[in-house]
Structure formats: C-alpha cells, structure tokens
C-alpha cells in the first residue's frame, strides 16, 4: 500500500499516528508518530523531564492495529483493546524522538495482535493484546444524536447523521452518513438505514397540525438512499407502520398512515400516497404510483411506471395508466413456493373474477365454487369482495 497521511484511529488529542507508512490488510502494518514537545500530555507528565507515558505507548500501537483490522467502512465502529496480555517499556522516549511502529495481527475477530515501536533503531516498547469490536451503540464523532434517543446494543450511526430525541432505534440497526431519523419514530433492530435517507419527517399533508403521531418500522429492512418516510396524522390514525424484511430503493417514498407488510419492495422512486395499505410480499416496480386509500393485496406485483388509482387483488399483476390487471403474478408465486395445485386453483378463480361477463355478486359465487376450499382463493374472493375503492379491471 502506497504511504499515506492519517489521524490516528483516535481524535483528538490522542491521535498517536501522523503518517501510515504501509498497511496489508489483516496481516500487518507500520506507522510513524514524531513526538513533539508541545504534545498535551507532556504538561503534567513528570514537569521538567518529559517522557512519554507508557499507556499512550501502547495506545498508539492499538491504533496503528485497528486500521490493520479494520472493515473498509467509514461508518464502521473501530475496533477496541479488550485485553493488554504483556507490555514491555525497554527505552524511554522524548520530545523530538521520530516512533515508528509496527504490528502483526491474527485472523479474528476477535484479533490477536503483537506489536514493537522503535527509536533510531532501537526498541523501546512490545505489546501483546487483543483487539475486539464492542457491541455497544457506537456513533460516529460528527453525527448529531439527542440525548433523549435509545440506541440498543450494536446500532452503528455514521458520519454527520442526524439522530432526533424521540427515536428508538432497535439492536444492531445501522445508519449511514448524513441519514436524519426524527419525529416519533420507533425502528426494530437489524435495519440498514442509507446515506440520506429521511425517516420520521413531518407529514407532507397540509392538515398535518403538529399532532404527536408516530412512525412504526419493523427488523430487518433496507432503506436505501434517498428513501422518504413520514408518520401518521390524526385523520389516518397517528401512525404509519411498516413490516419486517422490506426493501425500500433509492428515493422510494411512504408516505403518512401508510400500512406496509412484511417482505415488501417498493423499487426506485416508487411512491406510496397517504393511507395506502400494502401487504405481505407485495412489489412496486420503479417509477409506480400508489393513489391515497388504495389497497395493494398480498404478493401483488405493480409494474414499472404504473399508476394504480384501484385496488390491486392478491397474487395479480398490475400495470399501466391508469394500472389494469395483465394475469396472475406467477414468477411470484413460484418463488413462494406455492403448489401447482395451488397456482392452479387461483387461475381458475381469476377467470371467474375479472374474465366473464355475469354481475360482480355472480362472479364472485362462481370464484367460490372454483376453489373456495383454497385459502388462497379465499383470500381473493374477500379482498375483491371487500374492497371499497373498487379493484383493477383487466
């Protein structure tokens, strides 16, 4: 690796590292540290005699160490001495003293790691130790997170995000640089929130008063850049909810009392209206459009650049301006794993519904009889028969 400048895996005043002479990752590296007399510890560190102190000795190959262990990852927590095995001062060292150090890491983590630093040749300091990462909350020094915010164990905040003080962030969930999470926001653990995203901003409804309303988001999602995501109002009920396991594509957007199930993607600049109800395995393609008040059914696919203003039933395929149904989502479907039988059952139940000519009430008879003991078709049957905004016709 070609040497470059670095301060330290420490801030201030404590970054032991002025220059990384060379780095291979995992396995080893070296580093420069020129010590000058007007370092902050010198001032009351033996007054007149100044030496370095053996700790920052040992403080400086710790930090040399971490950037060896390193994740290449700026919003990463650094890696932390857990245990200082054996610590030897050979040589004092003095203002002007040029340190070069060097360590040796194992395979981790947790990271074995053995380290020497040296003056005009001659040693001055071994360690032995053990590198470990915390699963403390960790943030990153410019972010900005409120006092009142819970952070749960392992949440990692990166570069210059923006943390408000009713946010509750659950274990393990990670948020990039410059993410704003605000508002009443409560969000579950193992989220992946991305650079820039905005969760829990004020609802872009202009009856929105201030009300205390609140934005409920599962485990394990993925909000990437960009994303949009406010809470609810007092005409929808205070809040807005998403499932577990979604994922939301750049610059996608949920907007209030919206309920989003589980295993959901919404795709690029995908757009939920207000009161937009989306559920289980359901995808919105690129570019789509939700109406406010619209219902997307189970495992329903959206395609790129419709706008749905109707509801779209279970398992079907939508499309178009204004959305029309094209079938039933059967790549979909299979993914699931649902049965032939299954598969086979809902097409016949699809004919019923959207394909003859009878009346709405005779149609869904007909679905019925064709495989009502399904609980799939009885699914479909119940959605369009209680559907409200009246369903895509084909």
Known sequence: MMPRHTTGASGFPYALLDRVVEIEPGRRGHARKVVSANEPYFAGHFPGVPVMPGVLLCEALAQLAALVVAEDDAAAPPPRVREMGRARFRHPVFPGDTLELR???????????????????????????????????????????????????????????????????????????????????????????????????????????????????GCGNAIREYVTMNPGTEAGGMVTRVGNGSLFMASAHVGHDCDVGDAVVLANSAALAGHVVVEAHAIIGGLAGVHQFTRIGESAMCGAGAMVSQDVPPFCTASGDRARLFGLNLIGLRRRGFSDDTVRALKRAYRALFLGDEPREQALARARAAGGHVPEVAQLVAFVEGSERGVCRP
Do not use: M
């Not at 819970?150 to 948020?175: F, K, M, N, Q, S």
């Open 103 to 217: 360590v040796e890491a194992d395979a981790g983590p947790p990271w074995p790691c053995r380290g020497t630093g040296t003056v005009a040749g001659r040693v001055v300091v071994e360690a032995e130790f053990l590198l470990a990462v915390t699963d403390e909350a960790w943030v990153h020094p410019t972010a900005v997170v409120a006092r009142p915010a819970e952070l749960g164990r392992g949440v990692r905040i990166g570069p210059y995000a923006v943390i408000g003080p009713r946010v509750r962030l659950g274990a393990g969930t990670w948020v990039g640089a410059h993410a704003v999470v605000e508002g009443r926001t409560s969000v579950g653990a193992d989220n992946r929130i991305f650079p820039f995203a905005s969760v829990g901003g004020p609802p872009q409804d202009l009856k929105y008063r201030g009300e205390p309303s609140c934005l409920e988001i």
